[in-house]
């Protein structure tokens, strides 16, 4: 363990913490935008400045370890200018858009300028606008709005494995982008949409999410993925009854936040007027004809007819029973003991089975 005074705060924690994770511990915040707990850090923001008693010159807290008797100032007078300073510099060349932004009240720019009580840009850099990109069906890439914290681009690499993004441009042009210009398909992009999650600005947002809510507007609710066996935990954003985006929940346990395709953006089907409210007979022998509504009682009825009636012909073992993930688990086991216990065969399956 290593002893460190912070604030005037003494705190002992393991050898390789970080300033910034040791000043956390005392409930001390330091601000970040480049600082995500679970990427590589690399101080690119430079807003978790604090001093350090000897060192000559101010140190990035997110990626300096601590060192036995260190003593740390988190917020001098001559750190909250230089703070000012930097998230000025960030909004000269940044669009005042918070208006109409989807990620406003959630936007950790926002969060930053308003601690450091920075009103706007103090100056305004000559940028070039860049046309929002809506080349796919699920992220929205604008970005005018990136303040350039490689987050998207570590999260790309470190967590899905896939370098679909890198920092383009040089100076103040550099922006986050594709590692093929063509686009994010083209780059090899699985869309995960992991990056738009870690993304602490409105630079890149979920398409579905669009116009249909701001962030205070919309109900939190903590769910489970139903698509395959891992069981991601999530959080459905829902306005009005209906999930309008999908983002993963941190259990570290699970699936860290981290999500696939299907678990992000594959929720249009819960509120989809194609999905099957009534019971459906096809007419004709043995299901050749159309298909028909009924009563659940009709429609039991006739599935236990015909089960028994194939179970005597041909054996238990010429039936098959499959499950689905978007049932419970308790309706699954039901179903698997309706199989087994009732007629007498282990063919089950489950679309959820990896
Ligand atoms: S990204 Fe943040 S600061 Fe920029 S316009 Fe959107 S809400 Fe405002
Ligand atoms: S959606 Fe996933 S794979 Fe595509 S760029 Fe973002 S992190 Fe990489
Ligand atoms: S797009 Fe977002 S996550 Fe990527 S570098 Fe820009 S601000 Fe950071």
Known sequence: MVTLTIDGRQVAVPEGTTILEAARRLDIRIPTLCYHPLLRPLGYCRLCLVAVEGAGKPVTACNTPVAEGMVVHTSTPEIEEWRKGIIEM????????????????????????????VKGPAWKAEVASLPVLRDNPFIVRDYNKCIVCGRCVRVCLEVQGNA??????????????????????????????????????????????????????????RSICSYCGVGCNLTLYVKDGKVVKVKGYENPEVNNGWLCVKGRFGFDYIHSPDRLTK??????????????????????????????????????????????????????????????????TNNVDHCARL
């Open 90 to 117: 960030l909004l000269s060349q940044h669009p005042a858009d918070c208006l109409t932004c989807e990620k406003a009240g959630d936007c950790d720019l926002q969060d930053c300028a308003y601690q450091a009580g």
């Open 164 to 221: 679909a993004l890198e920092l383009v441009g040089r100076g103040i042009e550099t922006k986050a982008g594709t590692v093929d210009p063509a686009g994010l398909k083209e780059a090899g992009c699985v869309f995960c949409g992991n990056c738009l999650q870690v993304c602490p600005v409105g630079a890149l947002t979920e398409r579905a999410g669009e116009g249909r809510g701001r962030e205070w507007e919309l109900k939190k609710v």
């Open 279 to 344: 019971p459906l007979i096809r007419e004709g022998a043995r299901g050749s004809g159309n298909f028909r509504e009924a009563t659940w009682e009709e429609a039991l009825d006739l599935v236990a007819r015909e089960l028994r009636e194939i179970k005597e012909s041909h054996g238990p073992d010429v039936l098959g029973f499959l499950c689905s993930a978007k049932c419970t688990n308790e309706e699954n086991y039901l179903l698997q003991k309706l199989a087994r216990g009732v007629m007498g």
